[in-house]
């Protein structure tokens, strides 16, 4: 196909969503190569998702294997990478004995079964109402979509599911709807990705436990961008300052970098969470099939092993203090490898788009924002690479502005 040709492909047969700026055809480490040839350094990682990479060995051998040995069976059975990968989870979340997995195939999934949860918790006293944040993203079908107060993903939807209420960013703001009465859960994004990286008030998750628990609403963390080790923890409430000492969560979603690139998802309940669900209440056909739990497990396995949580947090330390240093850069908002670079204009789209012309993969959840959410892996060579062409991007970005400014 030439390049004429997938561009109006795409145009032509793809459902009409925005705007596809490259093919891709092979990756490997950091990198990815287009339909010509050029080589781009990937700092975007699928959203969050390529955590060891493109084409790394863990996973190649890992679906390679699975996929020949047995690749789904159906949830009326179960396989051992299924058990293997649930048991790992329990143990990396810190759920003990009592806590359970779901495993779905994105973070939409899983957070259509957080939403169950929470109603399967409140109905029994009439609680119906779910909590989220303004800012919040927490998936595009409709029940996620509920709890994604942004209108002009809503609007042409509605009506959303009943019960969904969107409040401020603020302790004063969740104590008054907790006032309210009625709250069966509140859902919650430890660090908000996809509205540019955006941390918490200090306290909040603090405070949202203790209003939680004294309403007897169930706290869920939506952990599909943070968890899996994007911040250097494990989850990101495990980050110091997130949750007081010794307190948990009731429940928690992931989804994109836990399996590196092959679609999974899922739902992590700690303590009487875990006895909410029972027989015919839930289920997914391909959730947690033996290809996608063996990729999963094999990845968490390696990132174990390998110690690359200290990777993910001292790359990310570094990222964030050379950075400070370029033009149009305001500041840095993040942990670990999941990083906001705020810019001193609202031109994060030409940045880029500037960007990608120089071959780097970077995106802009905000009109001021960029985002970076690179691979584990990274190393000198790779941060070094990153800064000279984002360097480069930003300043051509900035001398066309000066040029726009009149005399
Ligand atoms: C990406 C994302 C989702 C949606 O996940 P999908 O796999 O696209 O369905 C939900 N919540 C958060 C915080 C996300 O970043």
Same mark, same amino acid.
């Given at each position: ?45 699928? !959203? ?86 303004? %800012? ?21 939807? /509605?009506?959303?599911?009943? %019960? ?6 603020? !302790? ?18 430890? !660090? ?123 790359? %990310? ?21 999941? !990083?906001?670079? /705020? ?65």
């Amino acid at each position: 196909m030439t390049n004429a040709d997938w561009k109006a492909a795409a145009e032509r047969d793809l459902m009409s969503l925005g705007p596809r700026p490259r093919l891709f055809e092979r990756g490997e480490g950091s990198h990815v190569w287009d339909d010509e040839g050029r080589r781009y350094l990937d700092f975007l990682g699928g !959203i969050a998702v390529n955590c060891l990479g493109h084409a790394h060995p863990v996973f190649v051998e890992a679906v390679s294997r699975q996929a020949a040995t047995l690749a789904h069976v159906s949830n009326y059975f179960t396989s051992r990478p299924q058990l293997e990968l649930a048991a790992r989870l329990k143990r990396l979340a810190g759920t003990g004995e009592t806590g359970r997995v779901f495993l779905a195939n994105s973070g939409s999934e899983a957070n259509e079964t957080a939403l169950k949860l929470a109603r399967l918790h409140g109905a029994p006293r009439g609680a119906h109402t779910i909590l989220c944040l303004e %800012g919040a993203f927490h998936g595009r079908t409709t029940g996620a979509l509920s709890i994604t107060p942004k209108a002009a993903y809503q609007d042409p939807f /509605a009506p959303l599911m009943p %019960g969904a209420k969107a409040i401020a960013r603020t !302790i004063d703001a969740l104590e008054a709807a907790f006032a309210q009465g009625g709250v069966a859960a509140v859902v919650i994004e430890p !660090i908000q990705g996809e509205a540019g990286v955006r941390e918490l008030p200090a306290g909040f998750l603090a405070r949202a436990r203790e209003l939680a628990t004294e309403h007897d609403a169930l706290l869920i963390l939506d952990e599909v961008q943070t968890g899996a080790g994007r911040t250097g923890e494990w989850f990101a409430f495990q980050l110091p300052g997130m949750l007081p000492e010794g307190a948990l969560p009731d429940a928690v979603t992931f989804a994109k970098s836990v399996a590196a690139g092959f679609p999974l998802g899922g739902l992590i309940t700690f303590g009487a969470a875990s006895e909410l669900f029972y027989p015919g209440t839930h289920n997914s056909t391909f959730g947690g099939n033996p290809l996608a739990a063996h990729a999963a497990d094999a990845v968490l396995a390696h990132i174990e092993e390998e110690g690359l949580l200290a990777n993910v947090a001292a790359r %990310g330390a570094q990222l964030r203090e050379a950075v400070a240093e370029l033009p149009l850069v305001a500041g840095t908002r993040g942990a670990g490898l999941l !990083i906001g670079i /705020a810019l001193s204009a609202p031109v994060a789209s030409d940045v880029v788009a500037a960007a990608l012309e120089r071959g780097l993969i970077v995106n802009a959840p905000a009109p001021d924002t960029i985002r970076l959410a690179p691979a584990y892996t990274i190393g000198d060579a790779e941060i070094d690479e990153f800064l000279t062409l984002f360097r480069d991007a930003l300043a051509a970005v900035a001398a066309h502005r000066t040029q726009e400014i009149p005399a």
